[in-house]
């Protein structure tokens, strides 16, 4: 049981460049987020997808897209990265993602991926 | 707009000292809140989440209170070790923006020296 796995784990990219950030769960969870962390800022919701099928936009989508190719899988695309995209990006699902329990509420991170764009 | 503060920025402690670490947000409107673990380079670790309607949480050593009335919660750790030294956030979870956003505070960085 892996839980919440992210690849690549670093990556530069030029202006200009894009590329897909992937993440994947196996522990069945119906909803999966992406979010961004910047230094002094905390975490801030880029997309999340509620169930397979369904994708909806968090408080920073600008510059992204995203795809849920499956119940275990979400990826992350930039297709022209900028500076202002240099961030850490972190994975994180939960069993349920609406008004559920304690439990199905809580959400579990992958390791990150640090991403500077020169 | 819901905003989530967390002060101090850093606090370093002895080890054996029971301590606090202060969550405030500016909106009461919220489903839950969360307490996270982040280790340097790393990914974040859930401790405990309090529902609305709850005021405390408790996990060993860890126990989470939450006032919305007033926008409050904390984290009282009993008996630090150095092994607590990690950065530990709070996120709320909003009602009315969408049913998954959560808002996190920037964190507070705790150091537990031998």
């Known amino acids: 049981n892996a839980g919440v796995t992210q690849t690549p784990k670093f990556q530069v990219l030029k202006t200009g460049q894009s590329m897909t950030l992937q993440c994947a769960q196996d522990?069945?969870?119906?909803?999966m987020y992406w979010y961004r962390q910047d230094p002094g800022m905390g975490l801030r919701l880029i997309y999340y997808?509620?169930?397979?099928?369904?994708?909806d936009k968090g408080e920073v989508p600008n510059g992204y897209n995203v795809s849920r190719l499956n119940k275990r899988e979400f990826s992350l695309r930039l297709e022209s990265a900028a500076p202002s995209q240099t961030s850490v990006y972190f994975c994180a699902s939960s069993e349920r993602g609406d008004r559920g329990t304690s439990s199905t509420d809580t959400q579990y991170f992958g390791p990150g991926t640090r991403l500077t764009v020169l | 707009k819901q905003e989530v503060t967390q002060i101090p920025a850093a606090l370093s402690v002895p080890e054996g000292e029971n301590l606090v670490l202060n969550c405030s947000f500016t909106?009461?409107?919220?489903?839950?809140l969360q307490w996270f673990r982040q280790d340097p380079g790393k990914g974040l670790t859930s401790l405990l989440l309090i529902q609305s309607s709850q005021r405390e949480q408790t996990s060993g050593r860890l126990n989470a209170s939450l006032d919305k009335s007033s926008g409050r919660s904390t984290l009282y750790i009993a008996a630090s070790q150095p092994g607590d030294s990690a950065t530990y956030l709070c996120?709320?979870?909003?009602?009315?923006?969408?049913?998954?956003?959560?808002?996190f505070g920037a964190g507070t960085r705790l150091t537990v020296k031998p």
């Open positions: 996120a709320v979870k909003v009602i009315w923006y969408n049913n998954n956003d959560m808002r």
């Open positions: 522990m069945n969870h119906n909803s």
């Open positions: 909106d009461s409107a919220i489903y839950n």
């Open positions: 997808s509620a169930s397979e099928g369904t994708t």
